[in-house]
């Protein structure tokens, strides 16, 4: 393990999955303490503490939607960690617009 991020606070939204999960177990392994922010947990917050111990990330619900989500997110993210290093976004979200449909 590389210590590059040791005891940095990360919170990363869509970490349940794709490379938010990639991006989460990365930093864990450079030492960062993981909040996972996500819709679903998928537990990769108890894959990190399994692998590094306990306390190393939590999982925190959020739908980056809605701004209550976000400012609750952002609170409990600060209160676990004591503050907030690093934020990496890759929650998505989609709204069907028909692209084609409004050039005809």
């Not at 909040?35 to 537990?43: K, P, Q």
Request: with cysteine; proline share 1%; net charge neutral.
């Amino acid at each position: 393990m590389d210590s590059r991020l040791k005891d940095r606070i990360a919170v990363i939204t869509g970490g349940g999955s794709g490379l938010g999960k990639a991006t989460a177990l990365r930093f864990a392994d450079s030492g960062a303490r993981i909040v996972i922010a996500d819709i679903t947990s998928n537990d990769v917050e108890k894959e990190i503490n399994k692998k590094h111990g306990n306390d190393k990330a939590i999982f925190v619900k959020c739908d980056v939607t809605s701004e209550d989500n976000i400012s609750s997110m952002v609170k409990e993210a600060a209160s676990w960690g004591g503050r907030v290093d690093i934020i990496c976004n890759y929650a998505g979200t989609a709204q069907y617009h028909p692209f084609l449909e409004s050039l005809m």
